[in-house]
C-alpha cells in the first residue's frame, strides 16, 4: 500500500514468481522491468502510470488500479503467452511506436484488453502494434483515439474487438483465426486506410477513409 508516488529509477529484475506487484497513488517507471520464472507485473495504481521503460514479463502484464497510464513512445511491451490488460484509459504519449507482444516464445500468445479508452496526444504520431498470436484476442472497450492515432497494426490475433470507434491513421490486421467485429465507427485519414486479414469480418457501423486510403 502506499498514498504517494513510487519512482522506479533503476532497472528492476525479478526471478520469483510474485514478480512486480506495486499497490500506491501515482508510479513511475523510467527504466526496464524485467520478470522470470512466471514472475508477473501487476500494478495498482490509484493515480497516474507512467510507462517510459519497457516490460519483458514472464507472466502477465496487469494494470488494475482507478488511475490512468500513460505510456511514453516508443516502447515495448512483451510477455510469454501470458495476457496484457488495462483497466482504464490509456494514453499514448510521444512520437513512435507502442508495440505489445504476448508471442515470445509462444505462437499461441494470449488476450490484449484495453478495458477503457485509448488516445494519443498529437494526431497521427503515436502508432501501436499488438501481436496477440494465434489464440490470443485483442479487445478495445472504449473508444480509440479521442486524439487521432497513428497507424494501428494487428500482427495477429484470434477475434478483434472494437465496440466504441476507432480513429486512427490506419487500421491493419495482418492475420487472424477469428472474428473481427467492428461496433463502433472506423474512420482513417492515412494512404494505407482500413486492411483487414481474417477469416470473419463483421462492421457493423461506418468505415470513412479520406487521403486516398483504401479499404480492403
Known sequence: AGGGTTLLTGAVNTDGATGVALTTSVITANNTI????????????????????????????VQNGAGATSITSPRTITT???????????????????????????????????????????TDVEHLTVNAGSGGNVLFTGAVGGTRLGDIVITNANNVTESAGVTAKSLTQSAGGGTTLLTGAV?????????????????NNTITTTNAGTVT
Open 34 to 61: 524485467t520478470t522470470t520464472n512466471a514472475g508477473t507485473v501487476t500494478f495498482t495504481n490509484a493515480g497516474l502510470l507512467t510507462l517510459n521503460g519497457n516490460i519483458t514479463s514472464d507472466g502477465a502484464v
Open 80 to 122: 510469454t503467452g501470458d495476457a496484457v490488460s488495462f483497466a482504464t484509459g490509456v494514453t499514448l504519449n510521444g512520437a513512435g511506436t507502442t508495440s505489445i507482444n504476448t508471442t515470445s516464445g509462444s505462437a499461441t500468445g494470449a488476450n490484449v484488453t484495453f478495458s477503457s479508452t485509448l488516445t494519443g496526444t498529437t
Open 187 to 203: 474512420n482513417t485519414d492515412g494512404a494505407t486506410g482500413v486492411a483487414l486479414t481474417t477469416s470473419v469480418i463483421t462492421a
